[in-house]
């Protein structure tokens, strides 16, 4: 018998601004992966989130790491725009406080990867 799979792997798509473009993209990329993942995460699962950011010269120089981390955990969250009571998107991590472990790395594009990334989110294991 195989094991359950237990984490989702997007193509995270190429940084726009304003930013709340960015975070309805990944938004978007990410729903259309878990529909077909059969993958679901309760509250009280403890995440990991392994990213790689591939950014142009200047754009390498320009974003922080952590500003864009805070973009992907809030398009993971459903937080995308607008007051933080009302929930036009669908929450795939129900708090940010489930992730318990975070890789970010941003380097120069590959030739196959032009300013695009990755994205895995996966349960934590210690």
């Keep these: ?67 864009r981390l805070k973009d992907i955990m809030d398009a993971l969250q459903g937080r995308i725009g607008g007051p933080k009571n009302v929930h036009k998107y669908r929450k795939y991590i129900l708090n940010d406080n489930q992730v318990y472990k975070v890789t970010i790395e941003k380097q120069p594009p590959r030739n196959y990867t032009i300013r695009l990334g990755h994205l895995i989110v996966r349960k934590y294991k210690r």
């Design 1 to 67: 018998m195989s094991k359950a799979k237990k984490s989702i792997k997007i193509r995270l798509p190429e940084y726009v601004t304003p930013r709340n473009d960015w975070r309805k993209e990944i938004h978007r990329v990410f729903a259309t992966k878990w529909e077909t993942s059969n993958i679901t995460y309760s509250k009280a699962d403890k995440l990991e989130l392994i990213i790689k950011l591939y950014l142009d010269k200047g754009r390498l120089e320009a974003h922080d790491v952590d500003n």
